[in-house]
Each structure stands twice: as structure tokens, then as C-alpha cells.
């Protein structure tokens, strides 16, 4: 039982190159999510899936783009980098009960953008 | 009204000490409220949790004290060791910011180091 999964661990991006990350689980959770990691900034939401099918925005989608190939895995996509987007990233998923909220996090992306 | 405001920053305290970190937020739809904890190089993983029914929730060496009136609760980490050196997020869930999923807002961390 792998938990959350991410791939690369690290990338070096230049300015203007796309790139995806990957992100799988196999909790059978309904929901995912994608996180940046900023010093002094906390975890912020970029986007979410409640359920296979469905994505939404979070606290700063601009830039990003989602797609949740099927119930376990759900990949975030960098069109344009931009030194902006330097930062560590992180997915999560979780299983919607009223008993458990939990979060499970993968170990990370870093990515740098020059 | 979505933030969580988190203090301080970095925390400094001896082996055998307390730590004490402290969050507040604004919006009383808020129904959940964890602690997560990373160490360098990993992915954040929950330590804690309370709902606002509770003033208190103990586990171990790690309580959440909660005071709905004040829109505050805090982490203690009592007998503080060295391996509790990390950065603690605490975080919201509920309100506008949940609904049927298990959406959280963090706060911005404490970087926690316990010297022996």
C-alpha cells in the first residue's frame, strides 16, 4: 500500500516550458488535491477533485491546469512555467466522511523555474 | 473571513519544554480543525484534530486547546523532544470552505526546533 504517490521528485523547468506532475493513489479515496508549498505562505489550494469526473479552482488556480484521469490518479499541468511557479508541490487525497477528514499527502514535487 | 491566521513563525524550545502554537480564524462556519505535521523533505501528515463541540483534545504528549469564543486554539507539545522538530500546519474545514469535500485552509506554519 504505496499511499500517495508523485512524480518527478524534483524538476528544473525554463521559462515558458510545459510540464506535467503526476499524482497517484490507491486508498480508493473519491477526492484529490493539489497544493504549493511557499515559505511563509503556508499550503495553498491550486485545484481539486471532490470526485472522478470533476475539478475545481482553488485559492490560486492561475496558470494550472487539472486533469483526473480516472479515480486514482490526478496530474497538474504547467502550460507556460513561470519563476512564480518555483515552489514545492504537493497532491493529496481524501475519502468525504463525517467521522474522518483526513488528508493523505504525497512526498512532493520541487520544481525550480529559471 | 477564509484565513487562518498562524503564530509564531519559528519556535525555539529546550528538550523536556513545552511548545505552544496558536492559530485564529474568522468564519464560525469552521466545523474542523486539524494539526498537521512535516518533517523536511516529506509530505504534511495529520497529528491532531478537534471539532468545536470540544475545548480540549489530548493524544500523547500533543492537546489541542479550543476557544470557540475567541475564534482561537492552539497546539501544545508537552515534554518536547528532538524528534518533534518540524513544521506544524494547522488548518479549517467547513463553511463556505468544505461542503462535501474535505477542502482545508492551512495556516502558514511553524517551524518547530527542539534542542537536546
Known amino acids: 500500500n504505496a499511499g500517495v504517490t508523485q512524480t518527478p521528485k524534483f524538476q528544473v523547468l525554463k521559462t515558458g516550458q510545459s510540464m506535467t506532475l503526476q499524482c497517484a493513489q490507491d486508498?480508493?479515496?473519491?477526492?484529490m488535491y493539489w497544493y504549493r508549498q511557499d515559505p511563509g505562505m503556508g499550503l495553498r489550494l491550486i485545484y481539486y477533485?471532490?470526485?472522478?469526473?470533476?475539478?475545481d479552482k482553488g485559492e490560486v488556480p492561475n496558470g494550472y491546469n487539472v486533469s483526473r484521469l480516472n479515480k486514482r490518479e490526478f496530474s497538474l499541468r504547467l502550460e507556460s512555467a513561470a519563476p512564480s511557479q518555483t515552489s514545492v508541490y504537493f497532491c493529496?487525497?481524501?475519502?468525504?466522511?463525517?467521522?474522518?477528514?483526513?488528508?493523505?499527502f504525497g512526498p512532493g514535487t520541487r520544481l525550480t523555474v529559471t | 473571513q477564509q484565513q487562518v491566521k498562524q503564530s509564531p513563525q519559528s519556535l525555539i524550545v529546550q528538550k523536556g519544554g513545552i511548545s505552544i502554537i496558536n492559530c485564529a480564524y474568522e468564519?464560525?462556519?469552521?466545523?474542523?480543525f486539524p494539526w498537521y505535521q512535516q518533517f523536511p523533505g516529506k509530505g504534511p501528515a495529520l497529528l491532531i484534530a478537534?471539532?468545536?463541540?470540544?475545548s480540549e483534545k489530548k493524544e500523547g504528549r500533543f492537546t489541542i486547546s479550543f476557544n470557540k469564543s475567541a475564534k482561537q486554539f492552539s497546539l501544545h507539545i508537552m515534554d518536547s523532544q528532538p524528534g518533534d522538530s518540524a513544521t506544524y500546519f494547522c488548518?479549517?474545514?467547513?463553511?463556505?470552505?468544505?461542503?462535501?469535500?474535505?477542502?482545508?485552509?492551512f495556516g502558514t506554519g511553524t517551524l518547530l526546533a527542539v534542542q537536546p
Open positions: 493529496a487525497s481524501s475519502e468525504y466522511r463525517t467521522s474522518s477528514y483526513e488528508q493523505y
Open positions: 486508498m480508493n479515496h473519491n477526492s
Open positions: 477533485s471532490a470526485s472522478e469526473g470533476t475539478t
Open positions: 468564519n464560525t462556519a469552521f466545523d474542523y
Open positions: 478537534i471539532r468545536p463541540d470540544v
Open positions: 488548518a479549517a474545514k467547513g463553511g463556505m470552505y468544505g461542503g462535501a469535500t474535505n477542502k482545508l485552509i
